[in-house]
């Protein structure tokens, strides 16, 4: 139950417990950072005008190696 709640999915990226926790915070402030340029640019459209596209396009391109 353990490993299946908690490693298989790490595992099955090549990475360990401890990698794969560390990558996905990382991951998730990355987009939170890109979440709140674009609240940021509702508001003030002449601020953040493509910084959640380049985060998200990143983001995409570090998925995509890591497959």
């Given at each position: 139950?353990?490993d299946r709640?908690f ?5 099955s990226v090549?990475?360990n ?12 402030l ?34 995509q190696?890591?497959?």
């Amino acid at each position: 139950m353990i490993d299946r709640i908690f490693l298989k999915h790490p595992r099955s990226v090549g990475e360990n417990y401890f990698e794969h926790m560390a990558f996905a915070i990382a991951f998730s402030l990355r987009l939170f950072t890109a979440a709140l340029a674009c609240l940021i640019h509702a508001f003030i459209p002449a601020l953040f005008e493509s910084k959640a596209s380049r985060i998200v396009k990143h983001l995409n391109n570090v998925l995509q190696e890591n497959r």
